[in-house]
């Protein structure tokens, strides 16, 4: 693993505790849905891929308190907390993970693919970097349509560090620092792609650092820490806002498990896994904010038994909505009616004989 | 108390393999402990407890193979305890190594089967054909047994134009030649073959050699819609049928359709005598349901609409396009709805259900010239009027000579729906509404 | 823009596509276009020439050397509702972007449950015959033609190059226009005034009822050419251009091979799993009583086409070939006049 010497020291100095417990609650709602999810996936209500943010709360929640409600989010596809801390229901990312019709994209998408145009969470995206250049052409549209000034719109685009040597890392981050884009890449860091060392992969693993060859400038943030990371992002977004500069931020973090729900991750040591564990990020605040007399422990077990409960009710809700109907399965192919848009089922003819 | 289940630990995992048990039955759970190893078809995966509690039960023996979702252990309160596994269903132990991915569908493995004995098929074939030309084009494997087959073997090989033409046009294709490339028979064959059938007289199946040209007839092919005419005029012959004959004074009627058609001049609408017939027809059918029935094999089907059929005349043969609810329609409605359906009948335009649901039918041959004449009945209506053209005839009323417009209307009637009475009061009526054409308008 | 129907112009193919991107840029301000060399450069092939001065680096974007950065950046902007015309300079570059065009633009609309629409048109010409060797000379539509979720436009003609491009941009969907380096300078008449083609139908160039020849694009031009030749010798050809290869109008092509009952098609790219063998099945299942003769293909041989001219003639479908197979069919099926 990388040097060690990334844990900040940062006190919450002149936090209101109002927003510390909101913090909290939202670590708290992350840990607890993507837990129930990897529960549903071994159930077989999930199918397919599923992508856990176990370990990541502090930068979800960090990075969706930077957002102004007029910014774009682009994520990667381990987009369930950003889904659900960008202003999605619970509930509705659930049905969306067991493939119901009353699933954020209607059953179409399944984890990878949360999306919803409205609260600007452009997607969730399966291919890795898929989702840069057009988080860098939502920036271009931006810097076409309305004038610098803290009141413009940004773009946040979140990426994995193995997605730093993806050739659409590179072309876009090219245009974002030719073009003066209001983008910032956020690179949430755990240290591997699946098993793959960020060393063994990047020429350049101090990734905060390889935005230069584009004139882009580049932090490190500790990733755990969920006050660092907004401000950090925040800065970041100003900068896009005011200054219409682009900027990288590397976090770092751990990764609790897997790479995914199928991923036992046997290739970490257990010193790894252990020191993981140890440096929770859920754990570790509830702790630092018990420690600190914003809440209790009975507070923080309240908090926890809430989450339990939402989560417990999105299942729920879940289970009980419907499928999508196969009468549908056409429908959205397009966007503008056209002729001769094929609508057959497999074996259907293919021109009936008048 | 509940029940841990086999997970689904992978996309593709359809069963799993409980290698090693990692708790022992009586002890302490925690959410989130792993209580056994789990061998799937990719990896060793950790089987992590959703609840705490104690473990009460162990349902397998380390090494089973168990489907997903099915129970391996009970975690409980610790107040109740059991050795024996209590499961009843029956799970298969595993060989030695890797476990099965989902076993083969015996179904299909017998389909399996059934297909390469089909090919038996095409084996058999290639020992009974004669040698054939070679191919001219290099073919796949599979294809040159079927290119072998030419001449002197089970299969025919035909375009599938000349199929059809040849099914249409009662041609034997085992008695026609091909000239197409590898013996195939070709459209130009089966159009040999038709008019050689033709200049024999329809002696039956055509001799392989094309017939000599006929000099003294042209054979003329039926089309489509000739040959359903054909077919049910042939039909129309079987209905027994019996005919009514009355003669109209059409004066009122003629003055009647002129000052119609002035005041409807600069509308561009022009009424014709026909469409006149046709809406009287259709208020008398009203007046006289049992006309407006149809014979149903073993019953009379009393139609509630009035559907006047009108016969076209066309290039490609007669039509009887439909003016639906006739007797609700006015004369101009009619009036150019049978311009319209007669305009599609002659384009060949005509759709079916434009074509269908008459339940009576009117004929008019008054422009030939034609004074009257009997039509065939149009089955299952129970009846047709022929109507002739409106000629004036010397008539001697109160003691002077007159001049007055005659027409002469036919009905044929099928005896099985209608008898004489019957047939006559509807004749007799649509004469009086004739004679008093302003009734057609109210 | 001017009114009613005048005297229709003669013109290039290239002035057609040139006079709709200024016409659209004019009247829509969403619309904006980006690729390489487009702007300063006026464009490798100057489709786009003087749009740059008219309208400015805001909407008229060079862009560099980075298909997949830029095509999937005017995904971005087309999801926040601009409208891109995207030039990528030949179908052969437009494999660098293809991750970003097919499981991106194609799939959003639909991965996405319908809340986000792609608004774009990427236009490239596809062809060879210029001896640009292997990499510069592909006809690879039926890559895209493949995709559901994209349209896919080929117009032959000047005037089919103006209504089409309109229908692409004002179009909510990513639409691929192919077009050809041999059609730029074609000529042809094309109407005055607002012209909005149909997506989605094919049309029957010229009517005939002796044989059909199928053909898109370029090889439009070989196809009318070899029917006018047999129209000489007084064989009716019919020809029909498919001018959307997706959606594909499969009742056009049956109708016609109902009437002719021979039918072959021409198509530049090569033989196996191409553009033909649609065609060719849909024939087979929709006019299957109807066909006196197997269904042909004229098609590329199948190799990565060698510079050398002489190779390159003898690799790429012509007038001849076409010709030579329309007359074994009518041979086949021993056609008389």
Redesign the interface.
């Known amino acids: 693993m990388a040097d060690t010497n990334r844990r900040s020291k940062k006190k919450p100095v002149g936090e209101k505790p109002e927003l510390l417990r909101n913090f909290y609650e939202g670590m708290s709602l992350v840990r607890t849905f993507e837990l129930r999810a990897s529960?549903m996936?071994?159930?077989?209500k999930i199918?397919?891929?599923c992508h856990l943010n176990l370990g990541e709360e502090a930068t979800v929640v960090g990075l969706t308190a930077a957002l102004e409600d007029r910014d774009?989010l682009y994520t990667t596809y381990r987009d369930h907390g950003y889904a659900i801390m960008r202003g999605m229901e619970p509930s509705v990312v659930m049905a969306e993970l067991f493939g119901k019709a009353t699933?954020?994209?209607?059953?179409?998408?399944g984890s990878m693919?949360m999306?919803?145009?409205d609260k600007r969470m452009?997607?969730?995206?399966g291919?890795v970097g898929?989702q840069?250049?057009?988080?860098?052409?939502?920036?271009?549209?931006?810097s076409?349509?309305s004038e610098a000034g803290p009141e413009s719109e940004a773009v946040m685009c979140l990426l994995g560090d193995g997605t730093t040597n993806i050739?659409?890392f590179h072309?876009?981050l090219?245009?974002a620092g030719?073009w003066n884009l209001p983008i910032v890449y956020v690179i949430v860091n755990n240290g591997l792609g699946m098993a793959t060392t960020v060393e063994d992969a990047s020429a350049e693993p101090d990734l905060y650092k390889r935005g230069s060859a584009y004139r882009i400038e580049g932090t490190r943030v500790d990733g755990d820490d969920p006050i660092a990371v907004r401000d950090a992002a925040r800065a970041a977004l100003k900068k896009a806002r005011v200054e219409r500069r682009p900027s990288l931020l590397e976090l770092m973090s751990y990764r609790l498990k897997g790479h995914s729900?199928?991923?036992?991750a046997?290739y970490r040591s257990k010193e790894d896994t252990d020191e993981a564990k140890r440096n929770d990020p859920v754990t570790a605040f509830r702790a630092k904010l018990v420690a600190d007399g914003v809440l209790t422990e009975k507070d923080a077990d309240a908090i926890d038994d809430g989450a339990d409960k939402v989560v417990t009710e999105a299942v729920a809700f879940a289970d009980e909505s419907p499928d999508p109907s196969i009468d549908e399965l056409f429908?959205?192919?397009?966007?503008?009616p056209?002729?001769?848009?094929?609508r057959r089922l497999p074996g259907e003819?293919?021109?009936?004989?008048s | 108390m509940s029940e841990v289940t086999m997970p689904r630990l992978s996309d593709t995992m359809e069963e799993g393999e409980l290698a090693h048990w990692m708790k022992n039955v009586g002890d302490r759970v925690e959410k989130g402990d792993v209580i056994a190893e789990i061998e799937t078809d990719k990896a060793t995966m950790d089987l992590e407890a959703f609840e705490s509690g104690v473990l009460e039960k162990q349902l397998v023996e380390e090494g089973t193979i168990v489907p997903i979702g099915q129970a391996v252990a009970v975690i409980g309160d610790g107040t109740s305890s059991a050795a024996e596994p209590e499961s009843a269903t029956e799970v298969e132990t595993p060989a030695a190594g890797k476990k099965q991915e989902a076993e083969q569908d015996t179904v299909s493995a017998k389909a399996k089967g059934e297909i390469e004995s089909g090919e038996l098929e095409e084996d058999d074939l290639e020992q009974s054909a004669e040698p054939g030309q070679p191919a001219e084009s290099p073919q796949p494997a599979t294809a040159e047994k079927a290119v072998e087959a030419s001449s002197g073997a089970d299969k025919l090989r035909m375009s599938p134009l000349a199929r059809k033409l040849a099914h249409d046009n009662d041609i034997d294709l085992d008695a026609v030649k091909g000239t197409g490339p590898q013996g195939r028979i070709i459209r130009a064959d089966i159009d040999a073959a038709i008019e050689t059938k033709g200049t024999k007289g329809g002696r039956g199946p055509v001799a392989a050699a094309p017939a000599p040209e006929d000099a003294d007839a042209e054979i003329i092919s039926l089309n489509k819609i000739r040959k359903v005419a054909a077919r049910r005029l042939t039909e129309s012959q079987t209905v027994p049928h019996f005919f009514l004959t009355n003669v109209v004074e059409a004066e009122r009627l003629m003055a009647l359709r002129v000052d119609v058609n002035n005041g409807l001049a600069n509308q561009g609408v022009k009424i014709s005598l026909n469409d006149f017939i046709i809406k009287a027809v259709a208020i008398v059918l009203r007046q006289h349901p049992e006309a407006n029935s149809s014979w149903n094999g073993d019953s009379i089907l009393r139609h509630r609409r009035v559907n006047v059929g009108v016969a076209v005349a066309t290039d490609a043969g007669l039509l009887v396009p439909v003016v639906a609810d006739a007797d609700r329609k006015t004369l101009s409605e009619i009036g150019a709805e049978v311009v319209e359906l007669a305009g599609k009948a002659r384009d060949g335009k005509l759709p079916l259900d434009q074509m269908s649901g008459g339940t009576f039918s009117v004929s008019n041959l008054g422009m030939f010239g034609i004074d009257e004449f009997t039509a065939m009945i149009n089955p299952p209506e129970a009846g047709i009027l022929a109507v002739g053209a409106a000629s004036p005839v010397p008539v001697l009323r109160n003691g002077e000579l007159i001049e007055l417009s005659k027409m002469k209307m036919t009905m044929t009637v099928d005896h099985r729906v209608l008898d004489g009475a019957t047939a006559a009061a509807f004749l007799r009526d649509l004469k009086g509404i004739l004679e008093e054409p302003l009734r057609i308008l109210v | 823009m001017s009114e009613s129907a005048s005297e229709p112009r003669i013109i290039t193919y290239r002035q057609a596509l040139s006079e709709t991107l200024r016409a659209e840029l004019e009247r829509d301000e969403n619309v904006f276009l980006i690729g390489e060399e487009i702007g300063v450069f006026k464009g490798s092939y100057k489709i786009t020439a003087g749009l740059l001065e008219d309208f400015g680096p805001k909407r008229v974007v060079d862009a560099p050397i980075a298909e997949e950065g830029f095509v999937g950046a005017a995904i971005g902007a087309a999801m926040l509702g601009l409208r891109p015309v995207v030039e990528i300079m030949t179908l052969n570059f437009s494999l660098v972007a293809i991750d970003q065009i097919v499981n991106h633009a194609a799939k959003m609309h639909a991965m996405f449950g319908g809340q986000v629409k792609v608004p774009m048109v990427i236009r490239f010409p596809g062809g060879g015959g210029q001896q640009l060797a292997a990499t510069h000379s592909q006809n690879l539509e039926v890559w895209y033609a493949h995709i559901p979720g994209l349209k896919v436009l080929a117009p032959s003609t000047p005037a089919e190059a103006k209504a089409m491009l309109t229908a692409a941009i004002r179009d909510d969907d990513p639409v691929i226009f192919l077009e050809n380096l041999a059609l730029y300078s074609v000529k042809g008449e094309v109407p005055d005034g607002e012209q909005v083609a149909e997506i989605g139908k094919a049309a029957v160039v010229k009517p005939g009822s002796d044989l059909t020849i199928v053909s898109y694009s370029r090889g439009m031009v070989t196809a009318l050419q070899v029917a006018e030749e047999f129209e000489q010798k007084g064989v009716s050809i019919e020809v029909v251009d498919l001018r959307s290869l997706r959606p594909l109008d499969r009742e056009t092509i049956c109708a016609s091979v109902r009437t002719t009952s021979r039918a072959v098609i021409f198509e530049d790219d090569m033989l196996s799993y191409g553009i033909g063998a649609e065609i060719s099945a849909t024939i087979g299942e929709g006019a299957f009583d109807y066909l006196d003769a197997p269904v042909r293909r004229v098609a590329a041989s199948e190799v990565p086409l060698p510079y050398s001219k002489p190779l390159e003639t003898a690799a790429l479908p012509h007038a001849a070939d076409l010709s030579r197979v329309v007359q074994e069919v009518l041979d086949a099926t021993r056609f008389t006049k």
């Open positions: 529960e996936y071994a159930r077989a199918g397919g891929y774009y699933g954020v994209v209607g059953g179409w998408g693919h999306f919803d145009l452009l997607g969730g995206y291919i898929g840069i250049p057009p988080a860098t052409g939502a920036a271009l549209a931006i076409f349509r050739g659409a072309e876009s090219n245009l030719l729900v199928v991923d036992p046997r429908d959205k192919v397009y966007s503008t056209v002729a001769n848009a094929p003819p293919v021109v009936v004989l």
